[in-house]
């Protein structure tokens, strides 16, 4: 007898349908075609015995099962319990009247338990989008698939469920979340705090810019300056995710598995730190089968590399076209997958192999010309796409010892989302552009016009700290931000001079 039953796979951060055709006929063979991997065709021997525990059996006969479309290959171990059903209704062990309604999908435990898989929610999208009547998936992916509404979820934790439910012996019960409540509820919870950085008023105003115009912010300073503890604050002032950032963002963490169990949705902005021993491919995505990689699971979020010149060159001159094009695109012989990657870059490192160049308490050890070669780690082109450059100096005893709290991160983030505001109504005409960051020399010139006493100041300043051509544009991009922190329709003077500051390592002096 001949059934299809329906499963998915994961390309990228969509799913494509695949359909599962079982013939169970007389003989004595297991074929399994459809280029499906090696954990797929090992799924015969996980399938035999989990259904021996709940009373079932794999048929003595001839079972030939083809996974359509055939030139797209299956991956993983998601499939047990599509073919699992399939062979069951083939074989009328179970009523097969309604198995081609449902996308069914789980990885089956020996003793029929049934584990969580990758990739739910694009699956469930799928599947909506083809007019499933419902998708039966592993219970703890239920809530992860529930906030797509207008399909009927249904969370199963035993082979034994789905069986009863196909042959009338159960109703299971659809999985229902309210979105919206839920979103808003846990959105901008946060384990940190800046009222909790003593000290640092510039470097926290510094990172103020950032957020208001998506910059991306180099922090250079000696160890133990608060660089880190900075940077993990920054996702605290960014202005909150929407429902369809919010929907983005928990698809990329489905399909890479990084989803917590038991989260249904990701409600606050992304902060990835990968070591500085990354691969190529774990900074940007890749491997045989495509996954995203950190600057992908960073989207809609800040990506933060501390010890900037101890990562590989190769894996960071690789991000130089996703921080151009918001988007990392990987190529195979087969196919070319894309994954979103629209994150702020924050940076960190040390001044020196020592630490110490230029610290106000501690002599620097470091040979002539030590300083320069370790900047020069960092290729220019990685540098032409950070905006702000900013040094750290340690807080002092007395800062670090008052009581007093400082500005908190709601009351930050309120101006940041006004300034963000401003520049969304300013280039909603031009499309990509959403932030200060993406100007183009185009736009700039349409938007960033400066007068005499800014074109003089930026001279001057250039020609007094021997700023590199680099450091102009950034400047006139960093000061339009300012600006909008500070609701001017047009540069001032005193937005240029404080963008001017932004601009530590485009001095000669520095490193010299």
């Known amino acids: ?123 469930v999208i799928e599947a909506k989008r083809r007019n499933f009547k419902g998708i039966i998936i592993p219970k703890e992916n239920a809530d992860e698939a529930a906030i797509i509404e207008g399909i009927n979820i249904y969370g199963v934790s035993n082979i034994r469920e789905v069986i009863d439910f196909f042959c009338g012996r159960v109703e299971l019960e659809a999985i229902k979340i309210d979105v919206r ?29 950032a957020a208001a115009g998506s910059h991306n912010i180099l922090m250079i300073g000696s160890p133990g300056s608060g660089k880190t503890m900075l940077a993990k604050r920054l996702p605290t002032i960014l202005p909150p995710l929407n429902i369809e950032e919010s929907l983005e963002t928990t698809k990329i963490h489905s399909v890479a598995g990084k989803l917590y169990p038991g989260t249904s949705l990701v409600t606050t902005r992304p902060f990835r730190s990968p070591h500085h021993t990354i691969s190529d491919a774990g900074l940007v995505g890749g491997g045989t089968f495509p996954q995203p990689g950190e600057i992908s699971l960073a989207h809609n979020g800040v990506l933060f590399l501390d010890e900037l010149p101890e990562f590989k060159r190769t894996a960071l001159e690789v991000m130089r076209q996703p921080l151009e094009d918001n988007i990392v695109t990987i190529t195979r012989a087969r196919q070319s997958i894309c994954f979103p990657a629209n ?16 610290h106000p308490d501690i002599n620097c050890t470091c040979a002539p010309g030590v300083v320069h070669k370790y900047l020069n780690k960092i290729s220019g082109p990685l540098l032409d796409r950070i905006d702000i450059q900013i040094e750290v100096v340690p807080v002092p005893f007395r800062e670090l010892s008052t009581l007093t709290p400082g500005e908190t991160s709601e ?38 016009n400066l007068d005499s006493d800014c074109m003089e100041l930026l001279r001057k300043s250039m020609e007094r700290l021997n700023l590199s051509a680099r450091a102009y544009d950034r400047i006139i991009k960093v000061s339009r931000t300012i600006a909008d922190l500070d609701n001017s329709p047009i540069i001032l003077a005193e937005h240029v001079s404080e963008a001017i500051n932004y601009r530590n390592l485009d001095r000669d002096n520095w490193g010299n």
């Open 343 to 358: 994150f702020m870059l924050v940076t960190a490192m040390n001044p020196c192999p020592c630490g110490y160049y230029n």
């Open 1 to 123: 007898m001949l059934v299809k039953v329906y499963g998915s796979a994961v390309v990228g951060i969509n799913a494509i349908l695949i359909t599962v055709e079982v013939s169970v006929e007389v003989g004595i063979q297991f074929f399994l075609v459809g280029l499906p991997d090696s954990t797929i065709r090992e799924s015969q021997q996980r399938i035999e015995t989990a259904l021996r525990e709940v009373g079932y059996k794999l048929p003595g006969k001839k079972i030939t099962i083809n996974m359509a479309p055939a030139d797209i290959k299956k991956v993983g171990s998601a499939y047990d319990l599509t073919l699992a059903i399939g062979i069951l209704a083939a074989s009328e062990q179970i009523d097969n009247s309604e198995v081609s309604n449902y996308v069914i999908m789980g990885e089956l435990s020996l003793d029929g338990s049934i584990c969580p898989i990758k990739g739910a929610l694009p699956i």
């Open 411 to 448: 009351i930050i983030r309120e101006r940041v989302t006004k300034a963000r505001r401003i520049q969304t109504a300013r280039y909603r005409k031009h499309r990509g552009i959403h932030s200060n960051s993406g100007l183009t020399p185009q736009l700039m010139k349409q938007y960033c």
């Open 181 to 209: 409540s839920k979103f808003e509820n846990q959105s901008n919870i946060y384990p940190h705090d800046f009222s909790e950085v003593k000290g640092q008023a510039s470097i926290k105003r510094a990172l103020e810019v």
